[in-house]
C-alpha cells in the first residue's frame, strides 16, 4: 500500500521525536540535488469561514530527474500519477531533523491540511500534446470536496524523465493553518523517492473576493 505524506507526519506528545529518515534527508538536501525540481509555482490559498469549505488552486511547474529508467515509469507523473501536499511554514519549520515535528497540545495533529496523490491520470495526446486529467473526491471516495487537475508534459530534459505543468483546484478543505507566506508545497512520485519540500513565498491567501451584487438600471420617465 502507497503510504501518504499525512501518514509519514501525523504526531502526538507521546512521539515528538523526529525519527523519519527519508524526510529528513529530503529537508536539509539542497533542492538541485532533489530528484525533483520546482520550477515554477503559483499558489492560491482561499477561507471561506466555514466547515471544511476553504478551497486552493495552484499551477506548478516541475522536473523530475528520476534514476536510471526513470524507475520503470514510476518517475512519469502522467502514468503513474503525483502525490501534492501543502504545508503552513517553510520547509524547515514543518519537520527539521532534532525537533519535534508539529506537535500541540494531547491531540493527534496533521501537517498537512491538503495532501492527494493525483493518480490514474486519464492520458491523452491531441496535436503531438501529451497531458493528463483527473477528478476525483476529497477525501477519497468519500466528499463532498473534490479535485481536479491537469498535467502536461512539456519535455524531457537530457538525463530527465520529464518536465510537467500542473494545474489543481481542490474544495471541501480547512486551510485554517495556512494564513501567510512562508508556506510549503511537498511533492512525491509513486516510487516514493521523496517528499520533497519546496518553499512558497509568494501565495495568494484571504478571502474569496466578493460578488458584485448585480445592478438593475430602472428606466427613467421624462415628462412630456
Given at each position: 500500500?502507497?503510504?501518504?505524506?499525512?501518514?509519514?507526519?501525523?504526531?502526538?506528545?507521546?512521539?515528538?521525536?523526529?525519527?523519519?529518515?527519508?524526510?529528513?534527508?529530503?529537508?536539509?538536501?539542497?533542492?538541485?540535488?532533489?530528484?525533483?525540481?520546482?520550477?515554477?509555482?503559483?499558489?492560491?490559498?482561499?477561507?471561506?469561514?466555514?466547515?471544511?469549505?476553504?478551497?486552493?488552486?495552484?499551477?506548478?511547474?516541475?522536473?523530475?530527474?528520476?534514476?536510471?529508467?526513470?524507475?520503470?515509469?514510476?518517475?512519469?507523473?502522467?502514468?503513474?500519477?503525483?502525490?501534492?501536499?501543502?504545508?503552513?511554514?517553510?520547509?524547515?519549520?514543518?519537520?527539521?531533523?532534532?525537533?519535534?515535528?508539529?506537535?500541540?497540545?494531547?491531540?493527534?495533529?496533521?501537517?498537512?491540511?491538503?495532501?492527494?496523490?493525483?493518480?490514474?491520470?486519464?492520458?491523452?495526446?491531441?496535436?503531438?500534446?501529451?497531458?493528463?486529467?483527473?477528478?476525483?473526491?476529497?477525501?477519497?471516495?468519500?466528499?463532498?470536496?473534490?479535485?481536479?487537475?491537469?498535467?502536461v508534459l512539456l519535455s524531457k530534459p537530457?538525463?530527465?524523465?520529464?518536465?510537467?505543468?500542473?494545474?489543481?483546484?481542490?474544495?471541501?478543505?480547512?486551510?485554517?493553518?495556512?494564513?501567510?507566506?512562508?508556506?510549503?508545497?511537498?511533492?512525491?512520485?509513486?516510487?516514493?523517492?521523496?517528499?520533497?519540500?519546496?518553499?512558497?513565498?509568494?501565495?495568494?491567501?484571504?478571502?474569496?473576493?466578493?460578488?458584485?451584487?448585480?445592478?438593475?438600471?430602472?428606466?427613467?420617465?421624462?415628462?412630456?
Amino acid at each position: 500500500m502507497k503510504s501518504s505524506l499525512r501518514g509519514i507526519l501525523i504526531a502526538s506528545l507521546g512521539a515528538v521525536a523526529l525519527s523519519l529518515s527519508p524526510l529528513a534527508s529530503s529537508v536539509v538536501h539542497a533542492q538541485d540535488s532533489q530528484e525533483i525540481d520546482l520550477n515554477s509555482d503559483r499558489v492560491q490559498i482561499v477561507h471561506s469561514g466555514g466547515y471544511d469549505t476553504d478551497y486552493t488552486n495552484f499551477n506548478i511547474t516541475f522536473t523530475n530527474y528520476g534514476e536510471g529508467d526513470c524507475d520503470g515509469g514510476a518517475d512519469d507523473a502522467i502514468a503513474s500519477g503525483i502525490e501534492v501536499a501543502l504545508a503552513p511554514g517553510a520547509c524547515y519549520q514543518v519537520c527539521y531533523p532534532g525537533t519535534p515535528c508539529v506537535v500541540e497540545d494531547d491531540a493527534p495533529v496533521v501537517a498537512f491540511p491538503f495532501d492527494y496523490y493525483i493518480a490514474p491520470f486519464v492520458a491523452h495526446t491531441v496535436n503531438h500534446e501529451t497531458y493528463g486529467t483527473f477528478f476525483g473526491l476529497n477525501p477519497v471516495d468519500v466528499g463532498p470536496g473534490t479535485v481536479s487537475a491537469r498535467i502536461v508534459l512539456l519535455s524531457k530534459p537530457p538525463y530527465g524523465c520529464g518536465t510537467w505543468n500542473l494545474n489543481v483546484e481542490a474544495t471541501g478543505l480547512n486551510l485554517s493553518s495556512i494564513t501567510s507566506n512562508p508556506m510549503s508545497l511537498w511533492l512525491n512520485d509513486s516510487d516514493e523517492s521523496g517528499p520533497f519540500c519546496f518553499d512558497i513565498d509568494n501565495a495568494i491567501i484571504g478571502n474569496p473576493i466578493p460578488t458584485p451584487a448585480h445592478m438593475v438600471r430602472r428606466g427613467v420617465r421624462r415628462s412630456r
